[in-house]
């Protein structure tokens, strides 16, 4: 496939508006186990119920990473556009101000993450993707093979000290009603200044694990998310042994890293998460082909999702107010009431209030507010 032509694709893509729109929608079912109690999240039954393990295995399969995969990817993907887009226009003294405007969008995105990983939800993703997209975009020349071997690599690196942090020690016991669980629903649910420790706290942490860890293994997915859009991939979906590929690796390891899950073995369950993250880069490819086969880059299909994905920032951070008020100051008491099932049926019920909230959101705005903001900080700074 000529990769060139690439270029020549339209700067806007629906494919990557409602592959964005899923991605969006998507991971709020995540997240919302970890609003109420971000650091240890859903507090497991010391019997789980049947329903519990039904959903923990149908999350193993098709949600855990998934989107966290599928946003990386993306991103890579939006640098590249945005790259070609300044080549195609390409002016005199135009280079040093699309580097300079470039740089100051990532810089921007990693402000928007502290501020939104110490004052509202410590699971930010928006910091490690700023930090890890400044040195994907180092990377934007290498045509797709080379993309890929490099992705490889950040990848393998990354796991390593994943892998090493995951065996980890803790003999720490958190079941619901344990006294590590009512303590830290005390915390939680506590004052807002009691909660912004915690949030500090865990900011560390992540400061810390970043250079470590989430660096290598997002730049890794977003190196894969160019080499997709220079494949044109995210316009014509994935060719068919990638595909099958891809469906067999999703399958194969998200029933390895299920069966290590529950084997009760500390150190199996631990391995587990490991796996989780090679099945969740091999299912996001699945996902993209889906939907790129669903949509056929057309703004007619598929409607609902694109203005969900035209939106996904300011609803990123929307889920997040959203999911804490609801969790520790409305309702504090489903932390300890709530089953998986509770907490699906909340993401399911949001998801719709998302959608809808999206369509009549672009009836009379053409951009989402943190959507404005951000390219409104970069364009002043540029």
Known sequence: MDEQSASTQ????????????????????????FMGNSFFGYAPHAVQPVSDITIELLSNFFLEGRFFSLFAMLFGAGMLIQFQKYQSELTPGSS????KQQKWRLYWLIIFGIIHGIFIFPGDILLSYGISGLLAFKYRYLDADALIRQAKWFIFMSLIPITLISFTPDDQVYLRDSSLFIEQLSAWTGSYSE??????????????????????????????????????????????????????WAVTLSLVDSVLSFSGNTLLVALSDVILLLSAIACALVYIHIICLL?????????????V??????LYILQSIVGIILLRYLAPEWQQQLDRTG??????????????????YLRYFKQGPLEKLWRYLVLRRG
């Open 10 to 33: 339209p700067q806007r893509l629906a494919n990557l508006d409602a592959i964005r729109g899923v991605g969006v929608l998507g991971i709020f079912f995540l997240n919302i186990y």
């Open 96 to 99: 040093q101000t699309f580097l």
């Open 295 to 307: 949509c056929k880059n057309s703004s007619q299909r598929l409607s609902a999702l694109q203005n």
């Open 309 to 314: 994905g035209k939106l996904a920032f300011s």
């Open 195 to 248: 909660q912004l420790v915690l949030h500090l706290m865990m900011f560390g942490y992540m400061v810390m694990v970043i250079p470590l860890t989430l660096m290598w293994f997002i730049a890794g997915l977003m190196l894969i998310g160019m080499a997709l859009y220079k494949r044109e991939v995210f316009s014509k979906g994935l060719d068919a042994k990638t595909l099958k590929q891809s469906l067999f």
């Open 343 to 360: 907490y699906m049926s909340i993401a399911v019920i949001y998801t719709m209030v998302q959608l809808l909230l999206a369509h009549w």
